[in-house]
């Protein structure tokens, strides 16, 4: 997002530069410094939610806001739907942009120039002695091809572990109510795509500057909607296979993984798939919006590993009216399908709840239901309680244990560090992780047989106990296994 500012910025003679946190081990001390250190008229900032973390990010533009005087924007997903709160508590905020950062940037920075009243620029939050000003939101940009391709630090260009990212549409063609994209945009166009030439002569540039570099599709959908969708794929394919070694990723819909597409991107050099699925529950699947079945599931899965590719899911195991039986077809279909064939996939899958941000359509459901709790950090995200009691227990259980292996995982002297299980290092057991595997899998189905036989009072001290005995059966799995001997020890309710 940045990227394509910062060359709009500088395409209308705006002197501008970019201090990237995310690509460098720089901290938010360091931001700060780093600001106040220079002259500059306007702070621009992508104001990226970061959970429990936000309000240090937050304290840091009170920082330089307070030192420096100077108008402080901010922009993206998280400012576009909390804008009222980010005003109303934190006066070193100037101005928020809702929606697409570039026009609504440009046009505020004239208009601060000459004195003039913010008021008039399109797609802008902002307050006045009378109260807030929320002006009306811009038309997306239409042409894609019009914009000059995205700035980029030189930790850009070479991402060892996730690639250089290209962003080839913005927007979905989708309705999922779990889902903001649409709402960032606003009105207008719901996908819009760059042509296929100007795709191509972007990834062209990358590939001769950084070779052998893997390229990130971060389109919330690669595909277009329909038949023009999926030829607009096949020509950007014959393109890319031009450039000698190219290899890339992308996310996409189940009913976008078509044969007729998918082979020419898997001969341009296409060997990562981020597949929605979301769930397996017909229900379900009605109730989020998602518009697709089951069965363009299976076969998305079927197609993708025919080519050679290991699809990697978006899940949500648990959504808020969901019901065990809704619960036992999601675990069955992973169970069915081998997607459950990794540690760290399989943490991830057991527990994913739906998580509701506001400015989804969900939000603003479960609020109105006065089902929505709150969260201590922001009124961004919402918590809830599931409408099932059973579904709530099992919830409950399962996602400390999950949690706490995470946890394990992120840390860098952990047997079960992710860095050391990514790069495949011999420090870390394979028969550690398909142990935990297999033994966190067992607890899911335990727990699950029993809350359908209505087998286990749902109350607080089971839960705990269950939670304990549970993190206690890792540390011994591990324990024992680092030591030589493989242990199976399971728990549950």
Partial sequence: MSGYLLSCLRDKGIETELIDLFTTDSSLSHMVKAVNDRECDLLGVHLVYAWENTESVLRALHAIGSRSKIPIIVYGFYPTFAYKELLGSHPSISYVIRGEPEQTFISLCSVLKKSADPGSVRGLAFRKDTGLVVTERPRPIDNLDALPFPCRTEKQGVLTDDGINVLGSRGCYGNCSFCYINNFYGTGNRWRGRTPGNIYDEVAMLAAAHPNQYIYFVDANFFGPGTGGQERAVEIAELLKRIEGLTFGMECRVNDVRDTSLRHLVDAG???????????????????????????????????????????IG???????????????????????????????????????????MGTDNYGLLDSAGRIELSSHSDYQGAYRFKDRRVQCLADTISPVCHYLLELMDKDDSPLYWRNQRSGDSTV?????????????????????????????????????????????????????????????????
């Fill in 270 to 312: 296409l060997r990562y798939v981020f597949l929605g699925v979301e769930t397996a529950s017909p229900s379900c699947l009605k109730r989020i919006r998602k518009n697709t079945t089951v069965q363009q599931t299976r076969s998305a899965l079927a197609l993708l590993r025919r080519y050679g590719i290991e699809p990697h």
């Fill in 315 to 357: 899940f949500i195991m648990f959504e808020p009216d969901s019901d065990l039986h809704d619960i036992r077809v999601n675990f069955n279909f992973l169970m069915s399908h081998n997607l459950l064939n990794g540690l760290s996939k399989t943490v991830d899958l057991l527990y994913h709840p739906e998580i509701v941000l």
């Fill in 429 to 493: 057991p394979d028969h550690l992780t398909k142990s935990l595997t297999a033994w966190l899998t067992d607890l899911f189905t335990g727990l699950l047989m029993r809350l359908e036989a209505n087998d286990v009072p749902c109350t607080d001290r089971v839960k705990d106990r269950t939670i304990k005995d549970a993190i206690e059966a890792i540390d011994t799995i591990i324990a024992t296994t680092i030591d030589g001997q493989p242990s199976t020890e399971c728990g549950g309710l």
